[in-house]
C-alpha cells in the first residue's frame, strides 16, 4: 500500500499546496492580451534557458528550486523547480539523503476535489519549455524527512532522468514560493 493512501486528505493537500493553487487559478488572467504575453514572456525564458545551458555545456537546467518547510512534528512535505533541458527528456526518479522516499506526483481535480496522484511514467521536459512543479501542480512528494533536514536550510535532491542525465539540487526550505 502506498504512503499516501494512510494520510488524512487534507495533510496531503495542505503539504502539496493546494489552497494556493485555488488562488492562483481565480488571479490568473483570462484574456488574450494575457495569454499573448505569457506567450512572449515563455519564448524569452526558454531562450535565456538555452543560452545558458550553453554556455555551461550543460544538458539540464534547474531554477529556483525550494522545499516547503513541514509543520513542527511532520516529516512530510513537497518540493518544487524548474526544469529545462537542452534535448526533450523525463523526469523518472528522486531521491534524497535527507528523506526515506521521493515521489513525482501530478494534481488535479476529480470530482471537483483537488487531488494528487504519482506520475507513474514520470514528468516529460518538453523541447519547447520547462517542467515545473509549483504547488498546486506537479511536485516532488517527500515521504519520512530526517529529523534534522532542515538544520541546513536545504533539502538535497538528486533528479534522475530517462536519458541517464542525474541532476544534483539543493533546494531551501522556505514557507511560501521564492519570490512572493
Ligand atoms: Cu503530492
Redo the contacts with the bound molecule.
Keep these: 500500500m502506498r504512503l ?1 493512501a494512510l494520510l488524512p486528505a487534507f495533510a ?1 493537500l495542505a ?2 499546496g493546494a489552497p494556493d493553487a485555488a488562488e492562483d487559478e481565480t488571479a490568473a488572467g483570462t484574456g488574450s492580451a494575457a495569454e499573448a504575453g505569457a506567450a512572449e514572456a515563455r519564448i524569452l525564458e526558454m531562450a535565456a534557458a538555452r543560452m545558458m545551458l550553453a554556455e555551461h555545456d550543460a544538458s539540464h537546467l534547474a531554477i529556483g528550486p525550494w522545499a516547503r518547510t513541514p509543520p513542527a512534528g511532520r516529516d512530510m512535505t ?1 518540493a518544487y523547480l524548474v526544469i529545462y533541458a537542452a534535448a526533450p527528456d523525463r523526469l523518472v526518479a528522486a531521491t534524497s539523503p535527507e528523506a526515506d522516499a521521493i ?1 513525482l ?1 501530478v ?1 488535479g481535480m476529480e470530482d471537483g476535489v483537488m487531488r ?1 496522484r504519482p506520475a507513474e511514467d514520470g514528468l516529460a521536459v518538453p523541447a519547447d519549455g520547462p517542467l515545473t512543479l509549483e504547488p498546486g501542480g506537479a ?1 516532488l ?1 517527500v515521504f519520512g524527512l530526517a529529523d534534522d533536514a532542515a538544520e541546513d536550510g536545504r533539502l538535497a535532491l538528486e533528479l534522475e532522468f530517462e536519458s541517464g542525465a542525474v541532476l544534483e539540487v539543493a533546494a531551501p526550505f522556505a514557507t511560501e514560493p521564492p519570490g512572493e
Aim: contains cysteine.
Design positions: 499516501t496531503l503539504a502539496c513537497a515521489e506526483h494534481t494528487m511536485h512528494m
